[in-house]
């Protein structure tokens, strides 16, 4: 085992919500109205999952006894806090508490410093050069942020557990502090990390794949903060603007004109795309989950038909391949080269079932159950849980993104919408 960190309580750059007041001592803030229960009150009876072979097998490959999520191919056998979230709430859609906890305390504990209500999670942790184990970039990562504070605001609602609620509240303000910035033109926008993406004055690299737009709708109904509707705001515009050929970039390069970032009338901005040089036009990795989150995302939710539409283009390119592709030039819709891997194919899956490309998705499934991702592959095994369990209805996100978890016979399907 592994050497961590240990207090004996119960990533990559960073973001998450409000409904929380900083108090005036040591950088603490405090909780008000937790999220995910605007009114205080307890939450009802918890919900009986059905079993999930998925996340079963996704828990004894990576999330160690202590609640670590190893990357075993990883040179420096490194944790990052995308890592841990993910398993965070692939855990609670499971509805196995003694894994979360293991988890959270994990997280806590090692990417914390002990505290999440005082800091945000480091991204990285692993191996160091002379062998010892600890935090390899103390940088935070707001898509990781964002589905923690979300995954304890919904296990305390779920689970009637008042302190995953408070928690949540507590890293959801300090993203909000931390993690967003008054971009002109564009209004608060969330940055991938606490520090690092507005390298000159007046620019600003941010990545569409960090904010999942069922996420945005969940902070900006429940946390009661109004600064949360001015982010959904903004990672709508970045989503739409940043992919004008309906092919999301892996990062986006935002630049704004003067102006006071204060009031957007008064500024504008725009983002680069077709100037870039091509490896920052590149989209794969992290864009593939742009199509992943508009999938999984409520048809009711505000903006959502409008978004699968524009994002189409990768629907005709996988119809016309057979596969997704595992890159592309977002500023010249160049699609050549080889297949995605079989995480992408799980992560289209919800795509093209919300645009009702049917026969697609049953030949992407037919796909992914002929080559299912490695054993080793972290991040394709993360993509599948989340494609292909949102796909077979193990659980959903409703209009105002809260979590639907499966009420009737354990049987696929009996989560959809």
Sequence with gaps: ???????????????????????????????????????????????LPCPWPAWQVFAARFVQPDGRVLDPSSPRAHTVSEGQAYALFFALVQG???????ILRWTEDNLAAGDLALRLPAWQWGRRDDNTYGVLDA????????????????????WGERRYRALSSLVAERILREETALVPGLGRTLLPGAQGFSPEQGRWRLNPSYAPPFLMTWFATHSGDPRWEEVRRSAHRMLVESAPLGLAPDWA????????????????????LKSLPPE????????????????????????????LQHFSPL?????????????????????????????????????????????AAHKMLTRLQS??????????????????????????????GSLVLPAGPCEPGAAKR
């Design 280 to 307: 920052q036009r590149v989209g794969g990795y992290d864009a593939i989950r742009v199509y992943l989150w508009l999938g999984l995302t409520h048809a009711a939710d505000p903006g959502r038909a409008a978004l």
């Design 371 to 400: 080559n299912p991702p490695s054993n080793d592959a972290y991040y394709d095994q993360a993509l599948s849980l989340f494609g292909r369990g949102g796909y077979e209805g193990r659980f959903s996100f409703a209009a105002d």
């Design 96 to 102: 196995d508490r003694a894994a979360f906890e293991r």
């Design 253 to 272: 390069y935002y630049a704004a004109d003067a102006g006071d970032p204060a009031t957007t009338s008064a500024a504008s901005g725009k983002f680069a």
């Design 139 to 158: 940088n935070s990562a707001s898509d990781a942020d964002l589905w923690l504070a979300y995954s304890l605001a919904e296990a305390g609602r779920l």
């Design 1 to 47: 085992m592994l050497p961590v960190l240990s207090r004996g309580i119960d990533g990559k750059p960073a973001g998450a919500a409000g409904g929380v007041a900083e108090t005036a001592a040591a950088g603490h803030v405090q909780a008000s109205t937790p999220l995910g229960d605007p009114a205080g009150k307890a939450a009802g009876p918890e919900a």
């Design 315 to 359: 629907a005709q390119a996988i119809e016309a391949a057979g596969a997704p592709p595992r890159a592309w030039d977002a500023g010249s819709a160049e699609l050549g080269g080889p297949a995605g891997s079989p995480g992408f194919a799980a992560a289209v899956l919800p795509f093209l079932a919300g645009l009702e490309r049917t026969d």
